[in-house]
């Protein structure tokens, strides 16, 4: 009994000082695990992020919860510390979150209001307990009120900062209307609180102008083909730093992300200047838009270009270190305190002021560096693992989730350079495009809705055709299989020749997509038909079942590309095939989507989809928005 109640003493002891040092705890790990969330990471550490985001907050709000219950009543009633009360302010820094991860998911963005109401209570709470608990050393309560001034600029930074990022904000900054309807203080304020330049002169007004004389697309098409005939690869650095302009302060990435079409006339000149890049520079240019858009919607980037954003950024970090330095000086004061809450306080203040003092201080050397995500499915070997459990499948069947198992625990990625090989494949192909295809608007509609048929026809393999007429999902995992079962002698063998490699890869990808992402694929894929092709081939090894419809028309897809005797031919057939398909589903593929799957990394379809948009292609606003024949 009385080691119970030791227990139960020591925790009413210790229980606040653990909640507020693992507050601590879970903001450097936010800050240092933000700098790698772009990268290809284990499962498991993307879990931890995730609860350390969601966490973060919580932990927050119920240490100041605690603290609330413990000095409800006036000081000498409560069973608290008195210095307890001086850790309110640090909480409310914690609550502000990390510059580098202000958003975990683009969906955060649009729970702003949430923040704020959370945010508003929080500060009221903090300063009730304050006012309420404060004993009256004027020494300690310079420092708490230069904290407090800290923490509430903090916390309000992140709801500030989820609304300036959110897709509804964007849409507003990009609306052509918008900035004539405001007057000049409405104007003032928008300069002072918004991450949008609307200073600058890519204003919202030339944009509209544009819109207002914009080309037929018949007019673009000829255009674009006759700048693709012209090009001549530029041999400076001149043209990728016009073009990064463009792109980074005109926000043309920001029209493509929030699915609004970009003038005819505007992509021309994108065009005329991304087609002179050679390929490396033409690279760097994606890294930079999609760095650009991932700091936009994960960070406060956007909100330091606003000029509260920027002083307050510059200010905390100064004012935070007051503060250290008035508690430091004051710590004679300090021995009617309790021993542990005083260097419990001395932790709290130093490390969240360096915390804040390391941001700024590095921030000019904060690189989110990416590795593009090219993960690798098969339905063959998932048939297989079906067929031939592994421990953790059989483990999985235990309670009833051996399908997601199968489908989500077994992913792999491609080796390094297959993304850059792929993009070569693509540039080369739009290239040849613009060259041998398109003539008017009517070709560049067709090109564009091409799935392989291009290929089968220069090939002069129109009997093969069957195969992509059919609904794409389908066609998909037909051509996937078809693929597996090309490159399966090739595995036996020990050695897979190079000209394959892009071709599995790609197929291995594009079932990815069907299995875990169909929304990405298309709008309307049926991840479904993944799962029952899975379960037919488990049949078939199983000998339980014929082949099953889908099954014997791969292999016959597979003999008719055997036929072809020469194997380079033969595997430059399935490449051009697998190429269509990616574009088609990268132009198909909505851009709030691709902002959506930069929160862990870039897919390897969104480098396409900028890649095909910045070299002229239909984009998904274009397909839905913009009648060819007219013009808008």
Not at 314 to 328: D, H, N, Y
Not at 494 to 517: D, F, K, Q, W
């Amino acid at each position: 009994e009385m080691g119970f109640s030791g227990a139960v003493q020591w925790w009413d002891d210790w229980h606040l000082r653990i909640l507020v040092l693992g507050s601590l705890f879970i903001q450097y790990f936010l800050f240092f695990s933000s700098l790698v969330r772009r990268r290809a990471l284990p499962a498991w550490f993307r879990l931890f992020m995730w609860l350390a985001y969601l966490g973060g907050d919580a932990l927050a709000i119920y240490s100041l919860a605690t603290l609330f219950n413990r000095h409800r009543q006036p000081p000498g009633d409560g069973s608290g510390s008195g210095l307890e009360v001086v850790w309110a302010p640090v909480l409310l820094v914690h609550l502000g979150g990390q510059h580098t991860m202000t958003a975990y998911s683009i969906q955060d963005n649009e729970l702003w209001v949430r923040h704020a109401i959370t945010v508003a209570s929080q500060i009221t709470v903090a300063l009730y307990v304050f006012c309420m608990s404060w004993s009256g050393e004027k020494k300690l309560l310079q420092a708490a009120i230069l904290m407090f001034v800290v923490g509430i600029i903090r916390s309000c930074q992140k709801p500030w900062a989820l609304q300036s990022a959110s897709i509804s904000a964007m849409v507003a900054y990009l609306s052509p209307s918008a900035l004539r309807k405001q007057g000049m203080v409405a104007r003032f304020w928008q300069v002072c609180t918004s991450g949008y330049s609307y200073g600058s002169k890519s204003t919202r007004l030339p944009e509209a102008a544009a819109e207002e004389k914009d080309i037929y697309l018949q007019e673009f098409a000829q255009e674009a083909r006759k700048c693709v005939l012209e090009s001549e690869l530029a041999h400076d650095q001149d043209a990728t730093v016009k073009l990064a302009q463009h792109c980074l302060v005109d926000k043309y990435v920001y029209r493509l992300l929030a699915d609004i079409p970009v003038p005819y006339s505007s992509r021309i000149k994108i065009l005329r200047e991304f087609i002179a890049l050679d390929f490396r520079h033409a690279h760097h240019i994606l890294d930079m838009m999609l760095l650009s858009s991932f700091e936009h919607f994960y960070t406060r980037k956007t909100m330091l270009n606003s000029g509260l954003g920027l002083c307050s950024y510059l200010l905390l970090p100064f004012l935070a270190l007051a503060s250290v330095i008035l508690f430091s000086i004051g710590h004679k004061y300090y021995h009617d305190y309790n021993a542990t809450d005083v260097k419990v306080t001395y932790i709290l203040f130093s490390c969240t002021t360096l915390l804040e003092v390391i941001i700024l201080l590095l921030d000019p050397f904060i690189s989110f560096t990416e590795s593009v995500k090219v993960s690798q499915h098969s339905l063959l070997s998932c048939g297989y693992r079906a067929k031939r459990p592994t421990v953790l499948m059989k483990l999985a069947t235990l309670v009833s989730c051996k399908d997601y198992v199968n489908m989500h625990c077994y992913i792999e990625e491609a080796p390094p350079g297959c993304s850059a090989l792929i993009l070569q494949f693509v540039h080369g192909y739009v290239r040849g495009g613009w060259k041998e295809y398109i003539h008017n608007a009517a070709s560049f509609r067709n090109f564009n809705g091409r799935k392989g048929h291009w290929t089968l026809k220069k090939r002069s393999l129109p009997h093969l055709r069957w195969s992509l007429n059919m609904a794409f999902d389908r066609s998909v995992l037909l051509w996937h299989i078809t693929t597996d079962l090309l490159c399966y002698d090739y595995t036996t063998a020990g050695n897979i020749p190079e000209c394959a490699t892009g071709s599995a890869v790609i197929s291995r990808y594009m079932a990815y997509l069907l299995c875990i992402h169909p929304e990405m694929l298309m709008p309307g894929t049926r991840n479904s038909i993944f799962n029952v092709a899975c379960h037919n081939v488990e049949l078939i090894l199983g000998d339980k079942s014929p082949l099953g419809n889908l099954v014997h028309n791969a292999v016959r897809l597979q003999k008719e590309l055997l036929e072809l005797q020469d194997e380079g031919e033969r595997w430059e057939v399935v490449q051009g095939v697998w190429v269509e398909m990616l574009c088609y589903s990268a132009c198909k593929c909505r851009g709030y989507l691709h902002a959506q799957k930069m929160s862990d990394g870039v897919e390897l379809l969104s480098r396409v989809w900028l890649l095909l948009s910045n070299m002229g292609m239909e984009t998904f606003a274009d397909r839905f928005q913009k009648p060819w024949h007219v013009m808008i």
